[in-house]
């Protein structure tokens, strides 16, 4: 089939303006958000409907030809960009975008996939809902997307990540076959649990058109506060203490090194109101009853009691709670804007949190000297989840793969993954092929063969082979 055939195909069931060709109408749908990979599309198609969907997947089956799904391209792993060939088809969920139900009793929303996270929030809140699923670029991730990633963020102490509350899923398979759970249901055994397969596979094994999420009742109670703490260590003790004191009603327990804060002060304007250490514990906790108040102050207590903590701010105000959170949401425009940086998103045990960082700081030092390159850390990270973004401006883009390369080994060491949340889309490819073991990579294989055997669904992204 020509291009031009393939688009007069697309033209039978989707509308002109559902069909991108020009160049700067198919630009923002070919970089990532951090600008690392660019790549070329025949187009980019924007269907309205599940069945759109369908068709499209069948044509390209039938042309052999890749599609790339993509939500709201905010992903940091370069899995929703397509390679260079020109070749493949972006298929956005951007214009599936309804909620189809709320179900307030049942605790479920039924959703298409490109709806955007921090609208489907706004909606719920209106009727005492919410889906705790909370991270920095909420204002424009899609369902699909944070399904398709099994997206993390700061409430995954307490809720988990995403892939935890999928109730119901609807994916069109590689050969159009649409496969549809949306009862919602909270129980159901009569098979395996196929869900899940779909959650974290980046669009490499169906696409995601609906799904449906267990939501929770809102939780009007919050207490937010800011903690200078002068090592990993003591960050550590004040989170096993807030554990034991509050329980599931901590929300968020974030760490942030006084460097990067001091990046996001300066690139923002903005004024950290603590006097720093070397280490910032953003901790939040929510609650659907107001006990949490004389809890959390007994928690601030201890804190400051035992010297674990040097300083701190309670947020007295809404504002202010949000000015603390800005802090944290800027650090990763704030390190965009303060050069080159070799990323990492890396998790170990938590109680090998200090023992990583620890020999981190020896490894830094080490590759500063064999490779010349000037390293300036830009650390940041969910600490209950044992999950840091251990990432290193990096003036010598030579010195990349060498630090990257000593950083997984020493995570790899110390028990840890080498992408806890973010994925693995094209840019962790070949460190996961390099790291992860030989028989969970051919399991992967063997289901991306049995479910996309011409492998059109973004392929080269998450599991390798090639094309017949
Ligand atoms: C500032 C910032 C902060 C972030 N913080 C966090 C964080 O704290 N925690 C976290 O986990 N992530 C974080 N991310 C990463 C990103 O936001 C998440 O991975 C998000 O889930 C991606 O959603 P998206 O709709 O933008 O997906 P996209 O970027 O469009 O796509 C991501 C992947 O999913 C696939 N995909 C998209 N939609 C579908 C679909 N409907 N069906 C099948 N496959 C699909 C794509 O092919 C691609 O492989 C952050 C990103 C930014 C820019």
Partial sequence: MTTDDLLIAFAEFLSAQDILTAAEDMKPFLQDWRHMFEGAAVCVLLPRSSQDVQRIVQICAEAAVAIVPQGGNTGLAGGATPDSSGGSVVLSLARMNRIIDIDRTGLTVTVEAGMVLDT?????????????????????????????????????????????????????????????????LHKDNSGLNWMQLFVGSEGSLGIITRAVMRIETLRPHSATALLAVADADAALQLYARAVDRIGDRLAAFEIMSRDAIGRVERAFG?????EAQRWLVLIETSSTSSYLEQDFAAFMEEAFESGLCADGAIAASQSQRQAFWRLRENLTEAEALSGRSVKHDISVPVSRMAEFLRRGETLLADVSRQTGATLNPHIFGHIGD????????????????????????????CGGSITAEHGVGQYRLSEVYRLVSPARLALQERIKAALDPDMILNPGKLIRGDRP
């Fill in 386 to 413: 044992g999950n840091l973004h251990y990432n290193i401006l990096c003036d010598r883009p030579d010195a990349a793969g060498a630090l990257n390369r000593a950083v997984h080994d020493l995570v790899v060491d």
């Fill in 270 to 274: 903005l004024k950290c109101p603590i």
């Fill in 120 to 184: 489907l929030r706004a909606a719920l809140a209106e009727v005492d809902r919410d889906l705790p699923i909370s991270f920095a670029a909420s204002g424009s991730a899609t369902l699909g997307g944070i399904l398709a990633t099994n997206a993390g963020g700061a409430n995954v102490l307490r809720s988990g990540m995403a892939g935890r509350m999928v109730l119901g899923l609807e994916v069109v398979l590689a050969d159009g076959t649409i496969v549809s759970e949306l009862s919602g």
